[in-house]
């Protein structure tokens, strides 16, 4: 099982960035991939989940509005859209297969003010 976050970089708030998640080793379309984060001296922290079939998603309150995650079946990806963003949405980003010890490397975005 291998995840391999990317797409993270540099922003100025109220930019935009769109994260991959690239999966293999696993039917993708059968379990819920999380995306978290983490700042500099801080926990690591859900951002948004997706489920697999239904596709049903959930998102922590802060980024509600501002992020949306979908998934591509076929090309083994998640993404997560990151519109209006804030200096505070300021860490590095990683993917999870919901409730296991699989995670991704992950990928640093930076949101300047």
């Known amino acids: 099982v291998q995840l391999q976050a990317s797409g993270g970089g540099l922003v100025k708030a109220g930019g935009s960035l769109k994260l991959s998640c690239t999966t293999s080793?696993?039917?993708?379309?059968?379990?819920?991939i999380g995306w978290f984060r983490q700042a500099p001296g801080k926990e690591r922290l859900g951002v948004s989940c997706?489920?697999?079939?239904?596709?049903?998603?959930e998102y922590v309150d802060s980024v509600k509005g501002r992020f949306t995650i979908s998934r591509d079946n076929a090309k083994n990806t998640i993404y997560l859209q990151m519109n209006s963003l804030k200096p505070d949405d300021t860490a590095v980003y990683y993917c999870?297969?919901?409730?296991?010890?699989?995670w991704g490397q992950g990928t640093q975005v930076t949101v300047s003010s």
């Open positions: 999870n297969v919901v409730g296991s010890n699989y």
């Open positions: 997706i489920s697999g079939g239904e596709r049903g998603t």
């Open positions: 080793g696993f039917t993708l379309d059968r379990y819920a």
